[in-house]
C-alpha cells in the first residue's frame, strides 16, 4: 500500500486503535499510559474529571496523490488517524513535503531535524509535542506494525 493513502490511513487508525486499547487494559488506573497520557484516580479521566484528548493536523504537500491531510488523535478516549481537513480544533499544526514524511516515517531523519532545517512547519500549541514526547514515540512504534508499505 502507498504511504499515506487511503489504505494506509485506514491501517494506521486500526494500529493506533489496536495499541491503545492493548496499553489501556495493561496500565495500571493511576499509571502514566505512554498513548493515552496522564490517568486520574478512577483510570478513564484526569484529575479534574475531564476526558482529555490532543489532536495534531497533517498537511503533507507533493504527496504521490496531491496534498493529502489529516489529523491524528489520543486520548484517554482512544487514539486514531482520520483522512480529510485537519480537525478545525487541532492543538498543534503540522506542515511537511511529501520527501521529509517520507524520511520521518522510513527513520532517515527525525521531525526535530526537519524542523530545525525548515522542512516541518509546526503551529498551535507547540509545547504539547514537547509534553508529549513519549505518546509521539509510543505512536510511531504502533505505526511500525503497519508492512508492505510503498514509498
Do not use: C, N
Request: a negative charge; glycine letters at 12%; hydrophobic letters at 35%.
Amino acid at each position: 500500500m502507498q504511504y499515506l493513502s487511503d489504505e494506509w490511513i485506514e491501517a494506521a487508525d486500526a494500529a493506533l486503535a489496536a495499541a491503545w486499547a492493548s496499553r489501556a487494559s495493561d496500565s495500571d488506573s493511576g499509571d502514566r499510559d505512554a498513548l493515552a497520557g496522564e490517568r486520574g484516580p478512577d483510570g478513564d479521566t484526569e484529575a479534574d474529571g475531564q476526558h482529555h484528548r490532543t489532536t495534531i493536523g497533517y498537511t503533507i504537500t507533493a504527496a504521490p496523490g496531491g496534498k493529502t491531510t489529516y489529523h491524528l488523535f489520543v486520548g484517554d478516549d482512544g487514539a486514531g488517524l482520520v483522512a480529510g481537513k485537519p480537525a478545525d480544533d487541532a492543538d498543534t499544526t503540522m506542515e511537511l513535503d511529501y520527501g521529509t514524511a517520507v524520511q520521518i516515517a522510513k527513520g532517515e531523519t527525525s521531525p526535530q531535524v526537519a524542523f530545525m532545517q525548515g522542512r516541518l512547519k509546526l503551529g498551535g500549541d507547540v509545547t504539547l509535542l514537547i509534553k508529549g514526547v513519549e505518546r509521539l514515540s509510543a505512536i510511531g512504534d504502533a505505526l511500525t506494525s503497519i508492512t508492505d508499505v510503498e514509498y
